[in-house]
T-cell receptor
Framework: DGGITQSPKYLFRKEGQNVTLSCEQNLNHDAMYWYRQDPGQGLRLIYYSQIVNDFQKGDIAEGYSVSREKKESFPLTVTSAQKNPTAFYLC???????????FGDGTRLSIL | KNEVEQSPQNLTAQEGEFITINCSYSVGISALHWLQQHPGGGIVSLFMLSSGKKKHGRLIATINIQEKHSSLHITASHPRDSAVYICAVRSQETSGSRLTFGEGTQLTVNP
């Protein structure tokens, strides 16, 4: 079955370390997105990519980086510059244009 | 003020009750989405609307473009409907498929 796979489900990071969250999709979707979810807040867009080798900053890109070398993959790196990285991170994908987004099951990142 | 506001924030119902969750937005939109987030965190898309009404099983979504308002109704609610329901809009002014999300409505249906 097609879908989006995020790994790991839980991730712990020491202060000062970079960590990379994985997102893979086999839906042949062109566009991929990373969101951050904090308690009591709506999802906020970190980065998105509409095509391979191209990506744009979302509303809260500071302290994060991404790459889109393959259509299927859109990894997110949380760098040490992100001062408050503890959150739930969701990856999504869609066909370009006016299409619903499909979501992964998320990765919960915590700081040790 | 958020571009997308949902009400209520929390809702508790008894099994069998009719449930309504509301979403108001302040920008011109090309589409509105209703999403369901399970307790484990995964999100499922329920509806995408640009006008009128859609129905899927016990779920009904309506939108009034002039009033900038949408509702999600659940008929004959069941404990398995317990989840967070999220409204999201695609603004006419944004590029790509970017969405702006409401904060969500936590629904609990008791047996």
């Amino acid at each position: 079955d097609g879908g989006i796979t995020q790994s790991p489900k839980y991730l712990f990071r020491k202060e000062g370390q970079n960590v990379t969250l994985s997102c893979e999709q086999n839906l042949n979707h062109d566009a991929m997105y990373w969101y951050r979810q904090d308690p009591g807040q709506g999802l906020r867009l970190i980065y998105y990519s509409q095509i391979v080798n191209d990506f744009q900053k979302g509303d809260i890109a500071e302290g994060y980086s991404v790459s889109r070398e393959k259509k299927e993959s859109f990894p997110l790196t949380v760098t040490s510059a992100q001062k408050n990285p503890t959150a739930f991170y969701l990856c999504a994908s869609s066909f370009r244009g006016e299409q619903p987004q499909h979501f992964g099951d998320g990765t919960r990142l915590s700081i040790l | 003020k958020n571009e997308v506001e949902q009400s209520p924030q929390n809702l508790t119902a008894q099994e069998g009750e009719f449930i309504t969750i509301n979403c108001s937005y302040s920008v011109g939109i090309s589409a509105l989405h209703w999403l369901q987030q399970h307790p484990g965190g995964g999100i499922v898309s329920l509806f995408m609307l640009s006008s009128g009404k859609k129905k899927h099983g016990r779920l009904i979504a309506t939108i009034n473009i002039q009033e900038k308002h949408s509702s999600l109704h659940i008929t004959a609610s069941h404990p398995r409907d317990s989840a967070v329901y999220i409204c999201a809009v695609r603004s006419q002014e944004t590029s790509g498929s970017r969405l702006t999300f409401g904060e969500g409505t936590q629904l609990t249906v008791n047996p």
